[in-house]
């Protein structure tokens, strides 16, 4: 009965792969983000989507894409993953202006 | 200027005290107002909304100066549970600007 879930909750991987990472909301929330928390715990908004739809896209490089394939689900890809891209990435949702609601984090490691 | 920023801390607090946190903000036309807590290793978890004319809730109180351009979280009767990250986010709902959190312990 998770309300924001994402998969993998740990990702070690080596410079220079490709990985991604998944979210899901059952709250039946339209908006949906993805965050970066870094070492230093500064939490920054990467992406929002609402209804599927671009609507946020902060200056993020573009080895970073999200794709939302419905209302209810918003990916994560990383290409040719590099050291600084190692921190923990909140994925979150909301309705209005009912706050923000995260997931639990998938941390990454990039060896 | 930032446009959200916190004490960062540490606050160490005895038990049963009470502890106030202030978060600042740089955009007047800011909309909506919000404080979460992180606890170690864990996302941050919706605490409460701030309204304008200022909302409790048990013994956190949250408040809003739009004059000033900062909101407040007052913890009464502090317990050990409350020892966390709190975190203000500020803006309008579907972009907020996270501060970097203040850091709470509630000593025995």
């Known amino acids: 009965d998770t309300a924001v879930s994402q998969t993998p909750k740990y990702l070690v991987t080596q410079m220079g792969n490709d990985k991604s990472i998944k979210c899901e909301q059952n709250l039946g929330h339209d908006t949906m983000y993805w965050y970066k928390q870094d070492s230093k715990k500064f939490l920054k908004i990467m992406f929002s989507y609402n209804n599927k739809e671009l609507i946020i896209n902060e200056t993020v490089p573009n080895r970073f894409s999200p794709k939302s394939p419905d209302k209810a689900h918003l990916n994560l890809h990383i290409n040719s993953l590099e050291l600084g891209d190692s921190a923990v990435y909140f994925c979150a949702s909301s309705q209005e202006s009912s706050g923000q609601y995260f997931g639990p984090g998938t941390r990454l490691t990039v060896l | 200027r930032k446009e959200v920023e916190q004490d960062p801390g540490p606050f160490n607090v005895p038990e049963g005290a009470t502890v106030a946190f202030n978060c600042t903000y740089s955009n007047s036309a800011s909309q909506s107002f919000f404080w979460y807590r992180q606890d170690c290793r864990k996302e941050p978890k919706l605490l409460m909304s701030?309204?304008?004319s200022g909302n409790e809730d048990g013994r956190f109180t949250a408040q809003l100066n739009r004059a000033s351009q900062y909101i407040s979280l007052l913890i009464r009767d502090s317990k050990l549970s409350d020892s966390a990250t709190y975190l203000c986010a500020v803006g309008p709902n579907e972009k907020l600007t996270f501060g970097t959190g203040t850091r709470l312990t509630i000593i025995p």
């Open positions: 701030v309204y304008s």
